[in-house]
């Protein structure tokens, strides 16, 4: 995987406004249908395949610790999760959920560098991307991922959440 490559989506999360385990964005080479463990597990942990995954977490984690709220005690955040390392990069966002639904969109984009094998997200309130990053990482997915030729995306929730409105890649 030394291919760039790139993803936009807009969606909202947890009506209520009361957070939730949240929901990831993942590459995983298990095939079309892995399914991980809910709740704290975000559907990644027993997922029985590697995988990277970009962490939308509305929970507090000082009170509500899912498997990948390792280390530092953040409030809502966004991360950067890997199968076999955790959670190797996270920061701290402003609460990103409430409202009705199709309102309080937050918008996403994630972006591979295959060159300088940088891993990039950018997180808004508008369409509008950040000129910079919300949260980066720098891994090799084709050592991570075996040589695999074909990984799967797409996105695993936990519980009390509302559906992506848009996921374009390119």
């Known amino acids: 995987v030394h291919t760039p490559f790139g993803s936009s989506s807009s969606g909202g999360i947890d009506g209520d406004g009361t957070g ?82 199709g309102t309080n969109l937050r918008y996403v984009w994630v972006e591979f560098d295959g060159a300088t094998q940088v891993l990039d997200v950018y997180f808004a309130a508008t369409n509008s991307k950040p000129a910079s990053p919300t949260v980066s990482t720098t891994i090799d997915l084709a050592n991570h991922f075996g040589g695999t030729p074909s990984l799967w995306a797409g996105w695993t929730a936990a519980s009390g959440l509302a559906p992506m409105l848009s996921w374009n890649t390119h």
């Open 20 to 101: 939730a385990n949240g929901m990831t964005f993942v590459l995983q080479n298990g095939g079309q249908f892995q399914l991980g463990n809910p709740g704290g597990g975000l559907g990644l942990d027993g997922l029985g395949a590697d995988f990277v995954a970009i962490e939308f977490d509305t929970f507090d984690a000082a009170t509500n610790r899912g498997a990948y709220d390792s280390g530092d005690v953040l409030p809502t955040h966004i991360g950067i999760d890997i199968s076999g390392l955790g959670s190797v990069a996270r920061v701290a966002v402003p609460r990103f959920n409430g409202g009705s639904q």
